[in-house]
DNA sequence: AACAAAGCTGACCGATCGGCCAACACAATC
DNA sequence: GATTGTGTTGGCCGATCGGTCAGCTTTGTT
């Protein structure tokens, strides 16, 4: 033992176990939680699936595990916003910070999607908790927005799944996107094409008008807004 | 044999099929191609594991005419739109219309999320043909509405897409919706509240101003955008 | 050098997987 | 009443499932 530290690992328990998560979350995120098999995972990941049980204990304690870790990413998302807040610049970072992180973090996107489609047998505490809780402080605020005329009065829960549902869309989807478009995957330039648009029908289709987005064309000519 | 007919089916063995198939829609689209099983599928459609292959030949046979059967359905979506179309009725329409299809057949839907999820080891066939032309003549269209100054210039493929997913959405992350708004299911009052918002925002951010919808209050405030 | 602890894994466990088949039930035809 | 074709199913097959364990190697401490 190298560290006094209980609770720190080694860097080689760390390095493997991180193997470990990146291999599993991309078989859970295809095939769900029982679609999933532990010696997929290994083959993947280079191990033999023993190893795999000694590092993680059990099969849902891995994946577990993995959900943890995507919710925690997820965290970082709307968490300054304020009734002062301007609902234009807010929900303009809320849209392309969900783009980036649902480019960022792909598997474990569709690992939360196919935990939600089964049910969500392991996150229905969350969603009913914590989950709830923060969609109803952040509809509370925007019920304000409303109030005090910056943006029409729509049903801020509906607007909240909206953004969620359109951004997610291209993560989970991918394999129907590319199918459709006929690429491999997503270009830059597609990336910043969805954006553009996404805010650009949402924050006009919520009746928000921004000086700093007034001069802005739609879609098709590239200029950004100063 | 009673009929001469060699297509078509005796009354009995319809009735079976449709209950097997019934219950095997509940199962593949909770867990997916490989994480449902042929036992829990036979459990729940009240039979011995041997009849449901007796009836289907194999796993992967069931599956795919389950996928074939929701294709189906989908097919009566957004057929009738010209360039002369007016774009408020016909967006409306395919914004309801799938809403309903939706809330028709939610274990339909989320077998076909479940597949793409996998990524679409059944229909990247389908996504890249019929479906991608579907998609191509559609927004053709909708590139001529933008042209002839009916709505703004944006990317249709993106339109067609922010449709898919915000209204699929409310189906296939039921789990997630009803958790976070404490039901068990969507009631009508929701439904309806759901379709008038997508409705009213998807609309007025593509710059769509429609005369029949001018009387429709957006939620509270009575007024449309000129 | 001796010992202890941690890392590692092949072999095995009972359960379950998709699929097959022989045996049987049953109705219609001759 | 014998024959034939369809419906039905218990029991079985080899493969794979998640998980356990004994026993090995490696590392660290004294």
Redesign the interface.
Known sequence: MTAVSVTHESPSRERMEASILRAAEEVF????????SLQVIADRAGLPKANILYYMGSKQSLYVRLLNRMMRRWNEVLEDITPDSDPAAVLSDFIRTKMVLGQRYPEGS?LF??E?????PF??DY??GE??DW?ASRAAIMRQWSAQGKM????P???I??I???T???T??S???S????RDALSEDDLE??SD??E????????ITTPTLASKP???VHRIEK
């Open positions: 995120s295809q095939h769900g939680y029982r679609g999933a569709k999607a196919a939600i489609l089964a049910g969500a996150l229905s969603l009913a989950l709830r969609v029409d009065t729509v049903d829960r509906w607007l799944f909206l969620w549902s359109a997610q869309h291209y989970e989807y394999a129907q996107v199918g459709i478009l006929g094409s969805i648009f996404l650009h029908v949402i924050l006009k289709g919520c009746g739609n879609i098709d």
